[in-house]
């Protein structure tokens, strides 16, 4: 399809694909990790059988990650649009007005705090992805043991 009138469009779906492929393996690594560490606090705390604790799991961390793959290629297909209406004068004016603005939140003292909290967190996520999956998975259970205990 490639060098037809539908190669932009193949281009765009293989693209929204494989954002959200990558996104979907990164939420499952969080996801299974943060469900195992609340559903161990629900069968030590007698909520749950060790069964029942087991599917949800597989069901939660599935919701997790298809929630990601739809989420993340909605997000790129969204873009990719965007990015075709931007060559458009209408679309070149539209960005130009939003870069501006954002300049200007930017140079302010929450909108700098707020840069720098984007930052940190998109740093925190690479070094996440880099992360052997157990080690991200462990932690995550953890988070998810002391979340179910806190708000239980």
């Known amino acids: 399809m490639l060098g037809t009138k539908n190669a932009p469009i193949t281009a765009n779906l293989v693209s929204a694909h494989s954002a959200g492929i990558q996104n979907m393996k990164f939420a499952a690594k969080i ?10 606090y629900d069968v030590l705390d007698g909520n749950k059988s060790f069964e029942e ?3 949800d799991v ?6 997790t990650a298809g929630a990601a793959y739809v989420g993340t290629g909605v997000i790129t297909l969204a873009s990719s649009a ?3 209406l931007a060559e458009t004068s209408i679309g070149s004016a539209v960005t130009t007005a939003a870069v501006t603005a954002g ?3 930017a140079d302010t003292a929450v909108g700098s705090a707020i840069v720098g909290g984007i930052e ?3 740093g925190a996520i690479a070094t996440i992805e880099a992360a ?3 080690v991200v998975a462990d932690g995550a259970a953890v988070l998810g043991f002391l979340w179910k205990a806190i708000t239980d």
């Open 31 to 40: 996801g299974v990790g943060f469900n195992i560490g609340g559903s161990i």
């Open 53 to 55: 604790a087991t599917a």
């Open 58 to 63: 597989i069901i939660e961390t599935a919701k």
């Open 82 to 84: 965007a990015a075709t």
């Open 103 to 105: 300049a200007a939140i």
């Open 120 to 122: 940190a967190v998109a």
């Open 132 to 134: 052997p999956f157990a």
